[in-house]
């Protein structure tokens, strides 16, 4: 299969193109790591291999429209 047919029928079943939807993935990861309370917004974005906090910041808010910080204070335990 080719590249191109192979992003189209992604996003056909996935909704988002596969760099997205890998995306969603890392930021729902960080999401529930956040969740634990045990790492930093810095070390969540590190951990799910997105060194750029300012992109997962970026990320985050796309996903879940909410900043990682706030994410973290509103699912405190």
């Keep these: 299969i080719c590249e191109s047919s192979y992003r189209l029928k992604f996003k056909k079943i996935k909704g988002m193109s596969p ?12 999401a529930e790591l956040l969740h634990s309370n045990k790492y930093t917004v810095t070390e969540v974005a590190e951990l799910v291999n997105i060194p750029d906090i300012c992109y997962f910041n970026k990320l985050f808010k796309k996903y879940y429209k909410t900043s990682p910080s ?4 509103e699912n405190h335990i």
């Design 19 to 30: 760099i997205d939807y890998k995306n969603f993935l890392r930021v729902k990861k960080g």
């Design 70 to 73: 706030m994410y973290q204070k």
